[in-house]
């Protein structure tokens, strides 16, 4: 699944990089969804090789791939040098509006999404680590016995995301409670890139012919998953558009030059 990503969103996003860069356009949007999904993709494809089941069959080729992994980081810290375009998207930060949570409805179904979203991820990373709790056991026997598959992906990638998505919703939580948080539209965007690219490398795997059968999601529980693995994938997104669109609660107001 992690080569269906590749062959075909990364490279479109490859293609849209290359066209604004010739076009003489800002690519720093486009780029900082591209790390997270990147960076996602890296770290369970190099842990899952080394730790899983297909450790001892790393080669030559691993080595070449390392060189890919390389000078793709190098192309994170060159977009992450890319100025921000967005003191040009907000004309008068003094006038824009700082309203309280109630007088904004979106955020707030954003924050209540937070909350559980948080404990999802911790409850999929406790079983990867094995957690002996029936609240875990059953949920790997009735949604995702994929989680236990032992080519290592699934557990790295539930790993990764309780150690990283974990803290981004309590510091998203923050963001978008506290006005002036300057990185919160950046910081959507590489976490909306990462989530998108693990969410569709976990549902397609657990869903794919050539997972084991046993490892599969069960028929009667597929509608149940895809319902929360698809919302868990897709809310990110549209709190990313929201803040990258409408980013003035974010910004500071910057104080005005006086006039000689």
Known sequence: MISYWDGWVHYLMYLLMIAAITWGDS?????????????????????????????????????????????????CFRIFSQPSTQDAQVTNIQEAPRRSLLRRPLDLLFIIYLIPAFGFCVLRGLVALDCSSKCCQDYTQLYEPYLKDPSAYPKVQMLVNMLYSGPYYIITLYGLLVPGCEWMPDLTLVHSGALAQAQFSHIGASLHTRTPFSYRVPADSQLVFLLINVLYALVPQALCYRCCTRPAFFLRPTPEKKRD
């Open 27 to 75: 690519y720093r949007t486009i780029g900082l969804y591209w790390v997270g999904s990147f960076l996602m993709r890296a770290i369970v494809y190099i842990l899952g090789n080394a730790v899983g089941k297909y450790g001892s069959q790393v080669g030559p080729l691993f080595l070449l791939h390392m060189l890919y992994i390389s000078v793709s980081v190098w192309a």
